[in-house]
Structures are given as structure tokens and as C-alpha cells.
């Protein structure tokens, strides 16, 4: 059974949202004291959280960071927030979904599912499928990211980014074709979304040493270059 980890102040619409997550077979908690969230985030260990952005103490921010910093289980804002900015910082703080209020709740129940299924369903199920550039190795299943003894770990966006850039090292990948292999709904893609999501990449690589490994074609898309393999030499 998924377990849920709903961080939201609004109790009215905490019932709300345990009323569906409970018509679709999914275990439920919700945090109640907003000074510990992470601790409560330790102790249950959801598959996936519903995160407020405002919040008391901390705002969904921070506890998005502190999430992360420890697990990469799906997380999905759920703000009155609607404003391009906030769902680009939601993103660049590790978030892989936004919902504005108010939201259909079958539209909700979908994006859940979906997260749930991208995180721990096919893909998570590749039989620790890896992909390796010039020493650069990815561990699809683990989602993680190695080069000699450095490693690194990913969030799924990031790891199905790798993969496919990966798979085509030197050669150029559309950002269409990104797209499609990472959303399956794009009704919340916008042209900036994929940029936020390659920067996260591209900082993911500079952590294992690794600079300008993903190159921008413009007007075409990104293309990955084993820049270190002469490093290496």
C-alpha cells in the first residue's frame, strides 16, 4: 500500500484530499505539528507528499529542500499560488509537480497516480538497469549517479533526463522528445519547466566534477558531451 504524506494546514481540505486518497487504496498521514515535519517525514517514510507552500514556521520551500535531502519520493505542491515564479522555485527545490487551488480532485488523483507509477512502477521496476558514458555511470533503478568515487543522487525527472541523454551521448536530443519521455500529462509544461530540470542536471554532474557536460543547441535542444573523458586521459 502507497503511503501518503499530506503537509498542509488547511484542515478542511486535509479531509478532503484523505477522503479520495482513501477511495484509491492509499495510506494517509497528515502532519499536525508544522515544527517537526521532517522528523514526522523520517518516521512514516511515504511514498510520495502533497506539500503545502504556505505553511507555519517554514514555508513548503524549505521542508521541499529538507525532504530531498534525504529521499527521492515524488513531491507534489498543492498552492493557491499560481504565479509562474512560484511553481519554477517549487520545481527548483526539488519539487516534480504543482497543483493550483482550487483543483479537481480526479485531476489530483491522476497526477498522484502518475507520479506514483513514473517513481515505483515500469520504471522503477528495470531490473537495476544502468547506462555508462566514458566512466559517467548511471544506476537507473537506484537513481544515482557515479564517476570513479564520486556519487551523487538524483530525483526521478532528473535520472529520466540522464537516460536519455545518456542513451545518445554526442547527439542531440529534442526538447520534445524530453518531454514526452518524462510527462505524461503536459498540461503543466511550460517552456521554462524543461529548462529548470536540465539546470538541476547540469548541477547534478558539477558535483561529480563535471562542467558544461550538457550542451544547449538552440532552437533544436540539449546534447551530452563526455567533456571529462580528456580529463581522464
Given at each position: 500500500m502507497f503511503k501518503i504524506l499530506i503537509v498542509e494546514d488547511?484542515?478542511?481540505?486535509?479531509?478532503?484530499?484523505e477522503e479520495h486518497l482513501h477511495k484509491f487504496g492509499y495510506?494517509?498521514?497528515a502532519v499536525e505539528d508544522f515544527e517537526n515535519v521532517r522528523n514526522q517525514f523520517g518516521q512514516y517514510e511515504p511514498h510520495l507528499v502533497l506539500l503545502d507552500v504556505n505553511l507555519p514556521?517554514?514555508?513548503?520551500?524549505?521542508?521541499?529542500?529538507?525532504?530531498?535531502?534525504?529521499?527521492?519520493?515524488?513531491?507534489i505542491?498543492?498552492?493557491?499560488?499560481?504565479?509562474?515564479?512560484?511553481?519554477v522555485m517549487a520545481l527548483e527545490n526539488g519539487a516534480d509537480d504543482y497543483i493550483t487551488k482550487p483543483f479537481d480532485y480526479e485531476i489530483a488523483m491522476a497526477k498522484i497516480k502518475s507520479q506514483l507509477r513514473r517513481a515505483y512502477g515500469s520504471y522503477a521496476a528495470?531490473?537495476?538497469?544502468?547506462?555508462?558514458?566514458?566512466?559517467?555511470?548511471l544506476d537507473v533503478d537506484r537513481l544515482s549517479l557515479s564517476l570513479g568515487s564520486l556519487r551523487t543522487d538524483l530525483s526521478y525527472t532528473?535520472?529520466?533526463?540522464?537516460?536519455?541523454?545518456?542513451?545518445?551521448?554526442?547527439?542531440v536530443v529534442s526538447r520534445d522528445r524530453l518531454l514526452e519521455k518524462i510527462w505524461d500529462d503536459q498540461a503543466?509544461?511550460?517552456?521554462?519547466?524543461?529548462?529548470?530540470?536540465?539546470?538541476?542536471?547540469?548541477?547534478?554532474?558539477?558535483?561529480?566534477?563535471?562542467?558544461?557536460?550538457?550542451?544547449?543547441?538552440?532552437?533544436?535542444g540539449y546534447r551530452l558531451l563526455p567533456v571529462w573523458r580528456g580529463e581522464e586521459a
Open positions: 488547511d484542515r478542511h481540505l486535509v479531509r478532503l484530499l495510506a494517509v498521514q514556521k517554514y514555508d513548503g520551500y524549505y521542508w521541499c529542500r529538507q525532504f530531498r535531502s534525504v529521499s527521492t519520493c515524488p513531491i505542491f498543492i498552492s493557491a499560488r499560481n504565479g509562474k515564479m512560484d511553481q528495470s531490473n537495476e538497469r544502468s547506462v555508462s558514458v566514458a566512466g559517467l555511470t532528473e535520472a529520466k533526463i540522464l537516460d536519455e541523454l545518456m542513451q545518445r551521448s554526442g547527439q503543466f509544461v511550460d517552456d521554462n519547466t524543461l529548462n529548470v530540470y536540465v539546470t538541476r542536471v547540469r548541477k547534478k554532474l558539477a558535483v561529480l566534477g563535471i562542467e558544461d557536460g550538457v550542451q544547449t543547441i538552440r532552437g533544436r
